[in-house]
Structures are given as structure tokens and as C-alpha cells.
Nanobody, 128 residues
Framework: QVQLVESGGGLVQAGGSLRLSCTAS??????????MGWFRQAPGKERDVVAA????????YYTDSVKGRFTISRDNAKNTVYLQMNSLRPEDTAVYYC???????????????????WGQGTQVTVSS
């Protein structure tokens, strides 16, 4: 099992920045070989991928709406994945979830159904 705990959410004005953190713990899975993803869910909408990073750290994915504004990164020594969010917009308002998957492939994992481990979520609210 892998336990994930997110932090860093909050209320920010449009144009501002936040950095989300997600720290993994548990037995049986080495963090450095986990695929990690950030998803978000706004009220009345589906949970969608925002960004993902493979255990091969050069393999990244960003949804189009956050390209150039968000950066996903990982620190394997700290068992932590980050999502740096800059130039935030009101439409970025959502609950943000961290997810983890232990898959052997090198390609980044973008589908929520492939992630068995999820954090509890952290609220990000961007005011206009």
C-alpha cells in the first residue's frame, strides 16, 4: 500500500502562484519507481489529469490548459512530488489530487483508472 498526503492548497488571487506537495509513505513500493500524477476536479465536473511524471523523470505530461504555467517535479530522496502553479486563473479552481501507480512501462501514465493510490485532495481556489 501507498499512502499519499497532499499539502499546499489555498486561496490565491488570479496571477498568483502556489506549490502543491504530495508525500508518499507505506511499504512495498519504492517511491523512485512510482509513476506520479496530479489530477483536479471542479464542482460538477470529472476528475481530469493536470500533469504526470514517470519514474523516468524526463517523461512528463501536461494538459494543454496548464502548459507553460505549471511544472511537475519529484524529489525521490524526500518521497515527494510537487506541482508548481504559476499565473493561476479562476478556472484552475478545483480540488487537486495526487496519485501514484507502480507500472513497469517508461511512458507517463495519464489515465486516472491506472492509478490505484490517491491522496485526500487539497483545495485550490483562485479569485478573480
Amino acid at each position: 500500500q501507498v499512502q499519499l498526503v497532499e499539502s499546499g492548497g489555498g486561496l490565491v488571487q488570479a496571477g498568483g502562484s502556489l506549490r502543491l506537495s504530495c508525500t508518499a509513505s507505506g511499504s512495498g513500493r519504492t517511491f523512485s519507481v512510482l509513476h506520479m500524477g496530479w489530477f483536479r476536479q471542479a464542482p460538477g465536473k470529472e476528475r481530469d489529469v493536470v500533469a504526470a511524471i514517470s519514474w523516468v523523470v524526463e517523461n512528463l505530461y501536461y494538459t494543454d490548459s496548464v502548459k507553460g504555467r505549471f511544472t511537475i517535479s519529484r524529489d525521490n530522496a524526500k518521497n515527494t512530488v510537487y506541482l508548481q502553479m504559476n499565473s493561476l486563473r479562476p478556472e484552475d479552481t478545483a480540488v487537486y489530487y495526487c496519485a501514484a501507480a507502480a507500472l513497469l512501462r517508461r511512458e507517463v501514465v495519464m489515465n486516472s483508472y491506472e492509478y490505484p493510490y490517491w491522496g485526500q485532495g487539497t483545495q485550490v481556489t483562485v479569485s478573480s
